[in-house]
Protein backbone atom coordinates (compact mmCIF):
# COMPACT_ATOMS: atom_id res chain seq x y z
CA UNK A 1 0.00 0.00 0.00
CA UNK A 2 1.42 3.40 -0.53
CA UNK A 3 1.47 5.86 2.06
CA UNK A 4 1.62 9.63 2.70
CA UNK A 5 0.84 12.27 5.82
CA UNK A 6 -1.74 14.13 6.60
CA UNK A 7 -1.27 17.14 9.39
CA UNK A 8 1.04 14.74 10.74
CA UNK A 9 -1.32 11.33 10.35
CA UNK A 10 -0.32 8.31 8.35
CA UNK A 11 -2.65 7.88 5.75
CA UNK A 12 -2.51 4.81 3.62
CA UNK A 13 -4.26 4.13 0.04
CA UNK A 14 -5.79 0.98 -0.09
CA UNK A 15 -4.68 -0.94 -3.53
CA UNK A 16 -7.98 -2.04 -4.32
CA UNK A 17 -10.43 0.79 -3.79
CA UNK A 18 -8.03 3.45 -4.64
CA UNK A 19 -9.12 5.45 -1.42
CA UNK A 20 -7.61 7.07 1.49
CA UNK A 21 -7.67 5.24 4.91
CA UNK A 22 -6.60 7.63 7.65
CA UNK A 23 -4.56 5.85 10.85
CA UNK A 24 -5.58 8.05 13.44
CA UNK A 25 -8.81 10.07 12.38
CA UNK A 26 -9.37 11.36 15.84
CA UNK A 27 -6.03 13.30 15.33
CA UNK A 28 -6.94 14.26 11.97
CA UNK A 29 -10.07 15.79 13.00
CA UNK A 30 -8.44 18.02 15.63
CA UNK A 31 -6.79 19.29 13.01
CA UNK A 32 -9.22 20.51 11.15
CA UNK A 33 -11.05 22.14 14.03
CA UNK A 34 -7.45 23.90 14.69
CA UNK A 35 -7.40 24.69 10.95
CA UNK A 36 -10.82 25.76 9.12
CA UNK A 37 -9.70 28.09 6.95
CA UNK A 38 -6.76 25.83 6.04
CA UNK A 39 -7.68 24.80 2.02
CA UNK A 40 -6.24 21.05 3.15
CA UNK A 41 -9.28 20.76 5.19
CA UNK A 42 -11.50 20.16 1.96
CA UNK A 43 -9.57 16.77 1.40
CA UNK A 44 -8.74 15.82 5.11
CA UNK A 45 -12.52 16.04 6.00
CA UNK A 46 -13.31 13.96 2.86
CA UNK A 47 -10.86 11.66 3.84
CA UNK A 48 -12.85 11.32 7.37
CA UNK A 49 -16.09 10.92 5.40
CA UNK A 50 -17.49 14.53 6.44
CA UNK A 51 -18.11 15.25 2.87
CA UNK A 52 -21.03 17.82 3.44
CA UNK A 53 -19.09 19.68 5.59
CA UNK A 54 -16.10 18.92 3.16
CA UNK A 55 -18.16 20.07 -0.11
CA UNK A 56 -18.97 23.49 1.76
CA UNK A 57 -15.26 24.34 3.08
CA UNK A 58 -14.99 23.08 -0.95
CA UNK A 59 -17.46 25.82 -2.35
CA UNK A 60 -16.04 28.39 -0.30
CA UNK A 61 -11.97 28.39 -0.65
CA UNK A 62 -13.13 28.88 -4.34
CA UNK A 63 -14.60 31.86 -3.70
CA UNK A 64 -12.22 34.05 -3.87
CA UNK A 65 -11.94 35.84 -7.26
CA UNK A 66 -8.11 36.84 -6.95
CA UNK A 67 -7.09 33.19 -6.90
CA UNK A 68 -4.08 32.08 -9.16
CA UNK A 69 -5.21 29.80 -11.96
CA UNK A 70 -3.06 26.96 -10.60
CA UNK A 71 -4.68 27.59 -6.78
CA UNK A 72 -7.55 27.34 -8.01
CA UNK A 73 -7.24 24.27 -10.04
CA UNK A 74 -6.00 23.08 -6.92
CA UNK A 75 -8.99 23.54 -4.92
CA UNK A 76 -11.32 22.30 -7.65
CA UNK A 77 -9.37 19.17 -7.56
CA UNK A 78 -10.05 18.78 -3.89
CA UNK A 79 -13.76 19.96 -4.90
CA UNK A 80 -14.17 17.30 -7.59
CA UNK A 81 -12.78 14.85 -5.39
CA UNK A 82 -15.65 15.39 -2.71
CA UNK A 83 -17.85 15.33 -5.31
CA UNK A 84 -16.79 11.45 -6.56
CA UNK A 85 -16.89 10.61 -3.02
CA UNK A 86 -20.20 11.73 -2.59
CA UNK A 87 -21.13 9.65 -5.87
CA UNK A 88 -21.71 12.78 -8.19
CA UNK A 89 -19.45 11.42 -10.50
CA UNK A 90 -20.80 13.82 -13.68
CA UNK A 91 -20.18 16.58 -11.90
CA UNK A 92 -16.73 15.74 -10.26
CA UNK A 93 -15.32 15.28 -14.03
CA UNK A 94 -17.17 18.24 -15.49
CA UNK A 95 -14.54 20.30 -11.85
CA UNK A 96 -11.89 17.18 -12.94
CA UNK A 97 -12.15 19.10 -16.84
CA UNK A 98 -12.59 23.04 -15.75
CA UNK A 99 -9.35 21.91 -13.32
CA UNK A 100 -7.29 20.78 -16.16
CA UNK A 101 -8.18 23.47 -18.11
CA UNK A 102 -7.10 25.99 -15.53
CA UNK A 103 -3.28 24.44 -15.12
CA UNK A 104 -2.75 25.87 -18.62
CA UNK A 105 -3.58 29.66 -17.59
CA UNK A 106 -0.32 30.44 -16.37
CA UNK A 107 2.34 28.83 -18.18
CA UNK A 108 1.05 25.61 -19.54
CA UNK A 109 4.67 24.09 -19.70
CA UNK A 110 6.18 25.19 -16.14
CA UNK A 111 6.94 22.12 -13.91
CA UNK A 112 4.24 23.80 -11.67
CA UNK A 113 1.14 23.41 -14.08
CA UNK A 114 2.36 20.23 -15.39
CA UNK A 115 2.73 18.69 -11.86
CA UNK A 116 -1.28 20.17 -11.31
CA UNK A 117 -2.12 18.30 -14.40
CA UNK A 118 -0.35 15.30 -13.33
CA UNK A 119 -2.96 15.33 -10.12
CA UNK A 120 -5.65 16.38 -11.91
CA UNK A 121 -5.40 13.39 -14.46
CA UNK A 122 -4.75 10.70 -12.09
CA UNK A 123 -7.37 12.16 -9.30
CA UNK A 124 -10.04 12.10 -12.75
CA UNK A 125 -8.66 8.85 -13.05
CA UNK A 126 -9.79 7.63 -9.68
CA UNK A 127 -13.12 8.95 -10.41
CA UNK A 128 -13.74 7.66 -13.39
CA UNK A 129 -12.73 4.31 -12.23
CA UNK A 130 -15.23 4.36 -8.87
CA UNK A 131 -17.50 5.55 -12.10
CA UNK A 132 -17.31 2.87 -14.22
CA UNK A 133 -17.29 0.29 -10.81
CA UNK A 134 -21.40 1.86 -10.24
CA UNK A 135 -22.25 1.46 -13.82
CA UNK A 136 -21.00 -2.23 -13.41
CA UNK A 137 -22.95 -3.07 -10.78
CA UNK A 138 -25.74 -1.34 -12.22
CA UNK A 139 -25.66 -3.79 -15.52
CA UNK A 140 -24.28 -1.09 -17.80
CA UNK A 141 -21.42 -3.11 -18.96
CA UNK A 142 -20.83 -0.67 -21.85
CA UNK A 143 -20.51 2.42 -20.16
CA UNK A 144 -18.16 0.49 -17.58
CA UNK A 145 -15.93 -0.53 -20.21
CA UNK A 146 -15.88 2.83 -21.30
CA UNK A 147 -15.11 4.59 -18.23
CA UNK A 148 -12.55 1.76 -17.75
CA UNK A 149 -10.80 2.92 -20.26
CA UNK A 150 -10.76 6.65 -19.81
CA UNK A 151 -9.40 6.16 -16.26
CA UNK A 152 -6.91 3.96 -17.47
CA UNK A 153 -5.64 6.48 -20.58
CA UNK A 154 -5.92 8.99 -17.18
CA UNK A 155 -3.99 7.58 -15.21
CA UNK A 156 -1.07 6.27 -17.27
CA UNK A 157 -0.89 10.12 -18.25
CA UNK A 158 -0.49 11.35 -14.98
CA UNK A 159 2.57 8.82 -14.63
CA UNK A 160 4.26 9.60 -17.72
CA UNK A 161 3.70 13.18 -17.11
CA UNK A 162 5.28 12.77 -13.40
CA UNK A 163 8.40 10.29 -14.76
CA UNK A 164 8.78 13.15 -17.04
CA UNK A 165 9.03 15.93 -14.43
CA UNK A 166 11.07 13.54 -12.53
CA UNK A 167 8.74 14.00 -9.75
CA UNK A 168 11.07 14.21 -6.51
CA UNK A 169 9.27 12.64 -3.99
CA UNK A 170 8.97 8.88 -4.86
CA UNK A 171 5.48 8.51 -3.08
CA UNK A 172 3.88 10.61 -5.57
CA UNK A 173 5.13 7.80 -8.43
CA UNK A 174 4.68 5.58 -6.28
CA UNK A 175 0.87 6.51 -6.01
CA UNK A 176 0.76 7.15 -9.55
CA UNK A 177 2.42 3.47 -10.40
CA UNK A 178 -0.57 2.02 -8.03
CA UNK A 179 -3.31 3.46 -9.76
CA UNK A 180 -2.39 2.57 -13.05
CA UNK A 181 -1.74 -1.03 -11.30
CA UNK A 182 -5.43 -1.18 -10.04
CA UNK A 183 -6.69 -0.38 -13.07
CA UNK A 184 -4.75 -2.75 -15.33
CA UNK A 185 -6.07 -5.54 -13.22
CA UNK A 186 -9.43 -7.31 -14.52
CA UNK A 187 -11.73 -7.54 -11.31
Known amino acids: MVGFTAAGVQVMVDDDTLREVVADPEALARWCTENPEDPRVVAHLRMLGRLDEA ?61 VL ?5 HRAKCRFEHGLRE ?6 VSATKLRGLALEDARRALVMREMLGAGNEGILESSRQTVARLERDD
Open 136 to 141: LRSGRE
Open 118 to 122: AAVFQ
Open 55 to 115: AIAARRSLEDPALPPLMRAVRRTRYAHVLQWQGAFTAAEEQFDLAAEETGFEDPISPSSLS
